[in-house]
């Protein structure tokens, strides 16, 4: 059984810039969450997706937003990159329902110059 | 609100010794409770998950960890360190309502020397 895909792994991008990072999740888990990761900060939740819907929303701006597919698969979008939103972005897929195990791609780490 | 704490950003021990990395919690209603561990340049992987089904929960690779209400902890352990455990490990915690959002500690980076 495949895990969790997340494309591309390494991105550089110029302040002021956008950018779609994807997420494939297990075949059945219908629920994607996505994860900011930097050494200040730690993990912190960004949003998760479930269903197409939005579920859950962490405290990040309004440039920070997503999507989900009816194959589950899902993107998140950052526009008008800042330096500080180098990190890693870690997606992780679940099966339907609460608190399931979170199965986590190996990330996309992006570098904003 | 949910938060959790782990004490310790760095653990050393030696190959052999006991593993022991703690985790607290802060949660109002029954929470669930997660250990990750994550390699260099990886994700995270999940080593156990606590669900009220019993209070010792065993996991992958060795590791177990006890569910301690009077304490709100959730301690990690394992009894002998092997050198292929070094890596940063994460305590999480999910509540009720909360779907699958987890809430992270800042992370313990285990050692492990010869």
């Known amino acids: 059984k495949a895990g969790v895909t997340q494309t591309p792994r390494y991105l550089i991008k110029t302040r002021g810039q956008q950018v779609t990072l994807s997420c494939s999740p297990i075949s059945g888990h219908r629920s994607v969450s996505w994860y900011q990761q930097t050494p200040g900060q730690g993990l912190q939740f960004l949003f998760e997706?479930?269903?197409?819907?939005?579920?859950n929303k962490g405290n990040f701006p309004g440039r920070f937003s997503g999507r989900q597919f009816s194959n589950s698969r899902s993107e998140m979008n950052v526009s008008t990159l800042e330096l500080g939103d180098s990190a890693l972005y870690l997606c992780a897929s679940s099966l339907s329902g609460q608190n399931t195990e979170a199965f986590f791609g190996q990330g996309t780490r992006l570098t904003v110059v | 609100a949910q938060s959790v704490t782990q004490l310790g950003s760095h653990v050393s021990v030696s190959e052999g010794a006991l593993v022991l990395l703690r985790c607290n919690y802060s949660s109002s209603v029954p929470p669930y409770l997660f250990w990750y561990v994550q390699y260099p340049n990886q994700g995270l992987q999940l080593l156990l998950k606590y669900t009220s089904a019993a209070t010792l929960v065993k996991g992958i690779n060795g590791f177990e960890a006890e569910f301690k209400k009077s304490e709100t902890s959730f301690h990690l352990t394992k009894p002998s360190a092997h050198m292929s455990d070094a890596a940063e490990y994460f305590c999480?915690?999910?509540?009720?309502?909360?779907?699958?959002?987890?809430?992270f500690g800042a992370g313990t980076r285990l050692a492990v020397h010869p």
């Open positions: 997706y479930f269903s197409e819907t939005q579920r």
């Open positions: 999480a915690v999910g509540f009720s309502g909360g779907y699958n959002k987890l809430i």
